[in-house]
């Protein structure tokens, strides 16, 4: 089946109150738009196949700036002249399709299992409507039905009499229309109604006069349909989706040790007896293996934590790799490139870049690591910086396996310590360390004796 999806996305916003177009506004680290379209193209490779139009109108550069790289068809609506108006204006692109699917660009967590449910049910040509039933309907469109219980139509709020205002059952919006009537229906809008626009919804009294069938299902949940206008919408949908996603987490056998405090912003491939203390924040990609622990307050975005880590408060880890058994903090940073090899050890106020951490390799106290590459158990003391940067270009540190570097080294690269070397504490080493030996390179003590400490002038 051809399911054609149109995502209205063209309007302002202005309850927002902000430069940035509605759609654009996130959740969980998301573009609302973006979390339809990906609902879109679930739903369309699970019923066959189908183009996605988004109508754009207000902030349309920015927009398709932000989403351009998705294979998405984008058009225009200059003018708001109501949900119907938008629709039309993508329907030269609909053609052939055997259902067109209309969805909202700000009712970002709609599921696809409701999306193709209410696809099957239509299947055999019908008017298919996603409604809901609220013990608060204002604002919205309500069901209107015969005493068969059959719909007859929707009507908006502002053009309701009293009675119809008391039907609980609304229009969510989203609705899946025949592909052989669309665009004779949608032609035949009028716009003679209260808010002087062209409103999707009278398709439905044009699909009874034509004696063709609508039928209705219902989303699992109210979150799925709940649109966003105003900020405090939009927090109450991340809070809603972000504790669906702890609470897939704790399905999967992962502690969460309190689901409101925990963010997650992109996906999470966890493995089993994780631990996830409070106030962590997962962004992007993020791979956690078995038995990991993550304590308060550390932040992880792209990156890969290996089974039995122990990633310790306060940590910030960006596009790093963690092996297997490793300790990193508490506040520790590891930056892009960081790579740290099985039980490795990262500790306090130390920050890591561009540079691999062999294997049982220890770095615990006030360091900056970076274009370096460290074999294994290696001892970095603490204070130890590699000058990595003369001010125009960056050099690489080598150290070799089992080499001990003294506290307060810096090393100026490019230089290589060697295998099992030594620098002394307190070294700025400029040249390089053979295997074995001990590089020393600062000034020899000398003690005065009969030396008078000052005294105080009267
Ligand atoms: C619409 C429905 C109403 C339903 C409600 C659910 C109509 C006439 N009414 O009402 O039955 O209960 O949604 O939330 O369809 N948009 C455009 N171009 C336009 C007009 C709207 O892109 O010209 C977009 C808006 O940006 C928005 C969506 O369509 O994302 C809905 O438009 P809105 O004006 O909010 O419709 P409602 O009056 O809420
Ligand atoms: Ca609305």
């Known amino acids: 089946m051809r399911a054609d999806i149109v995502i209205l996305a063209a309007g302002q916003g202005s309850r927002m109150k902000s430069n940035l177009p509605k759609v654009l506004h996130t959740i969980a680290g998301k573009p609302m738009l973006e979390h339809v379209i990906l609902a879109a193209q679930n739903t369309q490779s699970m019923v066959g196949e189908g183009k996605i139009h988004v109508v754009v109108g207000h902030g349309a550069d920015q927009v398709k700036a932000a989403l351009g790289h998705y294979d998405l068809n984008w058009v225009h609506q200059d003018q708001q002249l109501g949900t119907g108006h938008a629709v039309q204006q993508a329907l030269p692109g609909c053609e052939g399709a055997d259902v067109v699917l209309v969805l909202y660009g700000d009712v ?28 608060n309907p204002s604002g919205y469109g309500r069901i209107i039905r015969n005493e068969s219980s059959r719909i007859l139509a929707i009507v908006e709020e502002k053009d309701a009499t009293p ?20 665009s004779h229906w949608i032609s035949s809008l009028k716009n003679n109604n209260a808010q002087g626009e062209f409103y999707l919804t009278d398709v439905v009294a044009m699909a009874v006069e034509q004696n063709v069938s609508v039928i209705n299902t219902q989303p699992q949940s109210r979150i799925e349909v709940e649109g966003v206008n105003s900020r405090i919408q939009q927090m109450e949908l991340e809070r809603a989706l972000q504790e669906k996603l702890a609470t897939d987490l704790m399905i999967n056998g992962v502690t969460v040790v309190d689901p ?55 940590s910030i880890l960006e596009d790093a790799v963690v092996a297997a058994q490793c300790e990193v903090g508490p506040f520790a940073r590891l930056r892009p490139g960081a790579e740290l090899q099985e039980k490795a050890r990262v500790g306090n106020f130390v920050e890591i870049k561009k540079s691999i951490i062999g294997k049982g390799s220890k770095v615990n106290h006030l360091s900056y690591v970076g274009d370096a590459e460290l074999g294994d158990n290696v001892n970095v003391g603490a204070g130890t910086i590699t000058c990595n940067y003369d001010g125009v270009n960056k050099f690489k540190t080598v150290i070799g396996d089992g080499a001990f570097i003294g506290s307060n080294s810096a090393l100026v690269a490019p230089v290589t310590i060697g295998r099992g070397a030594t620098s002394g504490a307190g070294s700025t080493i400029t040249r390089d360390i053979p295997d074995e030996q001990l590089g020393v390179a600062r000034g020899r003590q000398r003690n005065l004796d009969g030396w008078q400490r000052p005294v105080k002038k009267h």
Do not use: F, W, Y
Request: a negative charge; proline letters at 4%.
């Open 260 to 314: 409101k405090r925990l963010d997650i912003r992109g996906e999470v491939t966890a493995g089993h007896d994780i631990t996830l203390d409070i106030n962590v924040v997962l962004e992007g990609n993020v791979v956690l293996g078995d038995n990991v622990i993550i304590e308060p307050g550390c932040i992880i975005r792209n990156s890969v934590v290996g089974a039995g880590a122990i990633i310790k408060a306060n």
């Open 163 to 182: 009675e119809q205002q008391a039907v609980s059952e609304i229009n969510t919006g989203i609705m899946a229309i025949p592909g052989n009537k669309v």
């Open 108 to 135: 970002p967590l709609i599921e696809p299992a409701s999306l193709i449910s209410l696809l099957n049910t239509s299947n055999i040509g019908s008017l298919g409507l996603l409604t809901i039933n609220l013990a």
